[in-house]
């Protein structure tokens, strides 16, 4: 999992509990496993490393007996790293939200958040606050089609690990069966990233090398890194099932691209995790 995807798990696991727009109120604790190619963004090669995380979750949806309905969410979350130890962290987020049943097998849903994050190296610990707002249409076939737009600021002790982001995506999925679904999604974003920059020797006016932009030595990367704009793309491809009532698991794989003035570079990135409701 990038450092991004890394920051929105949280985010995530809040918002996916008001999207459902099914019965729901309760607790969910689950873990996960998983790796990243590029964690420290680097534009050239990168440290690859791996991560296990917990969690635990309150969530309420609405039932759909109005069209317009409320939501609430809470995420408690913490994660280790297996080499990378001072990106250790742990976070929380709370996400309430309006969801608008506007026609049958149409939901519109509104949900702001706020998180804040504690990381072991206390540069990148943050406060957090923004917003999503999805689409989802249920289509023939047990296919579903779900279109989004979001933003999120995030607010670090230092400012080269902070950023601002505009996001839109889309996903395709299928419940094959009560049980089993997938699920396709694409996401494009523009805003602030941290890249990790390797070593330059400072230029006249002690700016170093990279086009104005002032590094800073980062200990948790073991190199200097800069904040620039960038573009990213994201693929992703993700399956879930439902072994009983309160037991489930989920498996998925993210193919990111960053492109800024400093260069493009790539990360491939998975985990698997395994849950449990009551």
């Known amino acids: 999992m990038n450092r991004r995807l890394a920051f929105c ?110 990381v072991r190296d206390s540069n990148q610990s943050a406060v957090a606050f923004g917003g999503k707002l999805l689409v989802k249409q249920q289509l023939p076939s047990d296919f579903y089609l779900g279109e989004y737009y979001a933003y999120a600021d995030s607010r670090a002790n230092a400012d080269t690990f902070s950023f601002k982001e505009h996001a839109l995506g889309a996903f395709l999925g299928r419940n094959w069966t009560h049980t089993f679904y997938t699920e396709l999604g694409y996401e494009f974003s523009r805003g602030d990233s941290f890249r990790s920059v390797g070593t330059s020797p400072l230029a006249p006016g002690g700016m170093g090398g990279f086009g104005g932009m002032q590094p800073m030595f980062s200990t948790a990367f073991g190199t200097e890194v800069v904040r620039e704009r960038v573009d990213r793309h994201a693929v992703g491809i993700t399956a879930g099932i439902d072994w009983t009532k309160s037991v489930f698991s989920v498996a998925s794989y993210t193919f990111t691209y960053r492109r800024g003035d400093l260069g493009s570079s790539a990360s491939h990135s998975g985990f698997l995790g395994v849950g449990y409701r009551f």
């Open 9 to 118: 798990v949280g985010v995530v696991a809040a918002i996916s509990l008001l999207e459902a727009g099914s019965v729901f109120a309760g607790w969910e604790l689950g873990s996960k496993a998983g790796f990243d190619t590029n964690v420290s963004r680097s534009i050239s090669g990168g440290k690859s490393d791996a991560y296990l995380l917990g969690y635990a979750a309150y969530g309420r949806a609405p039932d759909g007996e109005t069209r317009l309905d409320w939501s609430f969410s809470a995420v408690g979350e913490g994660a280790a790293y297996a080499s990378l130890s001072d990106l250790d962290y742990a976070a929380i987020t709370f996400s309430p939200g309006l969801v608008y049943f506007y026609r049958p097998g149409w939901i519109i849903t509104a949900a702001p958040f706020l998180q804040a994050k504690g």
